[in-house]
């Protein structure tokens, strides 16, 4: 019996020893540890956007243009363009005299050959230069030789602006063409993000002014239609002293009995020539003007040139900011 019991116990101990050999047929009782998963590695980097080799925008004609990029036989027929296209990482081979309020130049720009110096520049001498491309203004005469210059084969950007808006998209297009969108960061983004504070800060305030154009062949009322009555506008600044909301012309007759009549709480100037001291001078002397409110109480001011008549390009932020600060001085204490 006591054996039997001992050959019963033998059996049962082969058999536990046996089952626990026994490979798993998988399932949650499976012992065995998944073996690991082969590593991915760091995240590959974007392959960049191949840059075509031609940029296409529409320019200040609404015209569509197509124009290489990098091009190399740059000619700028408007002064205030040059130091922008600079900016913008651009060279010219020929441009127009720009003026003295610009100084001092960069020096590779201040070396650069003027086109048709102290004449009228035509087609027939950009045509000489061989471009590859023209950057003009949208005045009449520039878009008379735009057509001669492309109907000779010679790509034109023609172009005006008057509002911040449109100097972005400006900034846009030089940046594309010379493949630096770095500065476009710093000439169009940077520079709005500033505007845009003052706009904020200026926000639910308003204010009315007079803008005065003390030309040497008479004082002129200023419109909305001008740059620094954008300025003005887009600063919560309603001007005076033309037909509400008629903005079809830059200019207006000017009287001092209309300006008497509005004794507005601000009255600007700008522009008058290169000779500023004396374009405020001529405001001054106008009978009856030191007896207006705003000039006894210091509201009145003549505009820096540089920055109110000629394109601030990327002064702009700096312009709004001393207009905003003049206007409201309150909010920029």
Partial sequence: MKRAKSLLCLLLLLLLTV???????????????????????????????PVSETYTFTDGRSKEVTVDRNPQRVVCTYGSYCPLWYE?????????????????????L??????????????????????????????????????????????????????????LDLVKIFTELTVRP??????????KARVDAVRETVAGHSAEAVLIMPSTSGPSFTSADTMCGSMLLDLNCKL???????????????????????????ILTAGGGDDQQAAARRVLE?????????????????????MYMYKPNGRYADAYEQLAAFLYPELFA
């Avoid at 050999?21 to 974007?46: D, F, N």
């Avoid at 990482?89 to 720009?98: E, F, N, Q, S």
């Avoid at 770095?182 to 520079?191: G, H, I, K, M, P």
């Fill in 182 to 191: 770095d500065l476009y960061e710093t000439y169009a983004t940077d520079v």
């Fill in 286 to 306: 106008l009978p009856g003007f030191t007896d207006l409110t705003a000039y006894k109480e210091g509201r009145y001011r003549h505009l820096d040139v540089s």
């Fill in 88 to 108: 913008c990482g651009g060279t010219l081979v020929y441009r127009k005299d720009i003026y003295s309020s610009y100084s001092p130049l960069p020096a590779e």
């Fill in 19 to 49: 089952s626990a050999c026994a490979a798993p047929s998988g399932g949650a009782s499976s012992a065995r540890t998944p073996a690991p998963s082969p590593s991915a590695g760091p995240a590959a980097e974007p392959t960049p956007e």
């Fill in 240 to 266: 005076l002293s033309y037909p509400d909301g008629d903005v079809t012309r830059e200019k207006y007759e000017f009287s001092m009995e209309k300006l008497l009549e509005l004794d507005p709480q601000y």
């Fill in 110 to 167: 201040e070396a650069v050959p003027i086109l048709a110096d102290g004449e009228t520049i035509s087609a027939e001498v950009v045509l000489e230069a061989e471009p590859d491309l023209v950057i003009m203004n949208n005045s009449k005469s520039d878009l008379e030789m735009a057509e001669l210059l492309e109907a000779a084969g010679v790509p034109c950007l023609v172009y005006g602006y008057k509002t911040f808006e449109q100097y």
